[in-house]
């Protein structure tokens, strides 16, 4: 199994493949404490962070976003007191993608790097 923090997102198409079932299956042991969810009809991935204070959050918040910037590939984030809820998901294709995967792992990484 790859480390999905080892991976680079890939730009996709409207015709680009959604993750299949087995993908799923590899890829959730790599990032346990999403929730699959839908939004307005469409799956993504979703997680919400802890932080003592606003001024944290916001920095992660400014993290996540300089992280989906290099990869190219952009999340909806919602900053609140004490939290951020980060989705993840590929709009052009209305689902989940490969990327989305990546994403999710490596704004794990974020908030474990600190």
């Given at each position: 199994?790859?480390?999905?923090?080892?991976?680079?997102?890939?730009?996709?198409?409207?015709?680009?493949?959604?993750?299949?079932?087995?993908?799923?299956?590899?890829?959730?042991?790599?990032?346990?404490?999403?929730?699959m969810?839908?939004?307005?009809?469409?799956?993504?991935?979703?997680?919400?962070?802890?932080?003592?204070n606003?001024?944290?959050?916001?920095?992660?918040?400014?993290?996540?976003?300089?992280?989906a910037?290099?990869?190219?590939?952009?999340?909806?984030?919602?900053?609140?007191?004490?939290?951020?809820?980060?989705?993840?998901?590929?709009?052009?294709?209305?689902?989940?993608?490969?990327?989305?995967?990546?994403?999710?792992?490596?704004?794990?990484?974020?908030?474990?790097?600190?």
């Amino acid at each position: 199994m790859e480390n999905l923090t080892q991976m680079r997102c890939v730009a996709c198409r409207r015709d680009a493949p959604r993750v299949t079932e087995a993908e799923i299956a590899e890829f959730r042991p790599q990032v346990p404490q999403w929730d699959m969810i839908e939004r307005d009809q469409v799956p993504c991935l979703e997680r919400q962070y802890q932080f003592d204070n606003f001024a944290d959050a916001l920095a992660f918040t400014a993290k996540v976003g300089d992280l989906a910037e290099a990869e190219a590939h952009h999340p909806a984030l919602l900053t609140e007191w004490g939290r951020v809820t980060v989705h993840w998901w590929t709009k052009k294709i209305r689902g989940l993608h490969r990327n989305d995967f990546i994403m999710a792992a490596k704004t794990d990484q974020l908030y474990s790097n600190g």
